[in-house]
C-alpha cells in the first residue's frame, strides 16, 4: 500500500478516538503519529498497561502489537487472559510475549495461524484501529476491572 | 421525543467511529429500548457491521434488546458501544 493512503488512513481513523472515548474508558493516548499508535489502559485495581500499535502500511497488513510498560518499555511477560489472547510465550519472529487474535500482526505471521488471513477481516468495523484496540480493552478489562 | 410527564433517560453512544448524538444527549422515554438509539448511532457513524459487539454502560455490558429501565439505567447514560474482545488463537 502506497505511503501516503496508508497514512490517511490511519490519521483518519485516529482522529475518530475521540476525548469522550478516552474520558470513557480511561485511555491515555501517547502517540498517534503515523505509524504509530500508543494507547495506555487503566484500571481501577491500579493495573496499568501500554500498547504499542506499529501501524506501517495500514491497512494492507495488521498492526504488529508490543506490550509496554507505562514508561514504553517492552515487557518481556504478560498477564494470560482466559482467552488467551495474551500470549505470555516467545513469537518466534520477535521473541517477546504477542496478542495471539485476530487484526494483530503477531497472530497472522504466526505458524499456527498462517492460514488465517488477514484479508478476510481487513476493512470490518470489527478490525478498524479503534474496533482492534477495543477489542484488547475488553480482554484487559478480564483481567482488570 | 419524550412526552409530557415521562420519565426520561439523557443518553449518548460512545465509539472509536465517533460518538452520536455529535453534541450533548438525546432525552428519550425509560421504556425505549436501547437497540433504537443503537441502530441511529450505526447509520450517522457508517458502522455497518456489528456481529460480535457489546453495549456496557459504567463497566457493565447491558442488552440492548430491553429498555433503559430494564436495564437499571437513569439519568446520564454513556454508551459503549464496540466489538468484544476477540478469541484467542492458541499458538
Known amino acids: 500500500m502506497h505511503e501516503a493512503a496508508s497514512r490517511a488512513l490511519f490519521e483518519e481513523e485516529v482522529s475518530k478516538i475521540g476525548p469522550d472515548l478516552l474520558h470513557l474508558r480511561g485511555w491515555t493516548l501517547f502517540s498517534k503519529e503515523f505509524p504509530v499508535l500508543e494507547i495506555g489502559f487503566s484500571a481501577q485495581d491500579g493495573a496499568r498497561l501500554r500498547l504499542n500499535l506499529m501501524c506501517d502500511d495500514w491497512n494492507e497488513r495488521p498492526p504488529s502489537v508490543q506490550f509496554q510498560d507505562w514508561e514504553g518499555r517492552p515487557l518481556s511477560a504478560i498477564q494470560r487472559d482466559p482467552a488467551g489472547v495474551f500470549n505470555n510465550s516467545a513469537h518466534p519472529a520477535t521473541g517477546k510475549p504477542f496478542v495471539c487474535m485476530k487484526g494483530a500482526r503477531e497472530y497472522h505471521t504466526h505458524p499456527s495461524h498462517i492460514a488465517d488471513a488477514w484479508e478476510t477481516v481487513r476493512g470490518t468495523d470489527k478490525f478498524t484501529l479503534g474496533g482492534i484496540l477495543t477489542q484488547l480493552w475488553h480482554v484487559w478489562r478480564s483481567l482488570h476491572k | ?91
Open chain 2, 1 to 91: 421525543m419524550a412526552e409530557h410527564n415521562e420519565r426520561t433517560v439523557d443518553v449518548r453512544v460512545i465509539t472509536t467511529s465517533g460518538v452520536y448524538p455529535e453534541a450533548g444527549f438525546e432525552t428519550l422515554p425509560e421504556h425505549e429500548v436501547v437497540k433504537t438509539i443503537i441502530e441511529k448511532a450505526n447509520k450517522k457513524l457508517h458502522i455497518t457491521n456489528t456481529n460480535g459487539w457489546i453495549a456496557v454502560v459504567a463497566g457493565r455490558k447491558i442488552d440492548i434488546n430491553r429498555s433503559y429501565r430494564e436495564n437499571g439505567l437513569s439519568g446520564r447514560v454513556e454508551i459503549d458501544w464496540g466489538p468484544d474482545h476477540g478469541a484467542g488463537g492458541d499458538a
